[in-house]
């Protein structure tokens, strides 16, 4: 079973992806994998997310995590450990979905962002969270603050980070990898630049 700190230690970016298809699911998917991403973050934003997961969880190699990102409740969180995500990401944390997610004993990042929100989490057994959203809450002065008051608690910041941000969280003790929904840049088509995707990660896991 895959646990929160082989999810952390995959890679210093997560890619976050937002699909609007299976088929697309896959093509990209299989390019960030042979550009060397090795955790993934499908958001539960398109209908087809659900299938999204179990499809791309089957093609890609068994060293592949794929998780769930945007779980709001805990019908969702049941969802997408049925459809096969070996973990799940939140913006937020209720009481609800902390424990059912502690309940099914699924590897799981609650979404915080500020230091109560962080103490409370911790209270309910999450020592690994994510910061969200992470450009407008304090950035990289909020995590090292943070840090000094939770050293036990480790940050997976997201939202607004860039390629440009990322080393500079990076750099914090308590920053193991950073959330980037940069690397699947789409074009004014709509449609995600594969070649742009490619370097993009190459660049990511790099840092």
Known sequence: MTTVDEVLSSSPVMPVLAFTSIEEALEVSRVLYEAGVRVFEITLRHETALDSITSVKADLPDDAIVGAGTILSPDLAKSARNAGAAFGVSPGLTKELGSAVRAMGWPFLPGVSTISEAMSARDMGFAALKFFPASVSGGPGFLKAAGSVLPDVQFCPTGGVSSDTAPEYLALANVPTVGGS??????????????????????????
Request: hydrophobic content about 55%; cysteine-free; overall charge negative.
């Open 182 to 207: 940069w690397i699947t840049p789409r074009g004014a088509d709509g449609v995600i630049n594969l070649e742009a995707a490619r370097q993009f990660a190459e660049a990511a896991i790099q840092l």
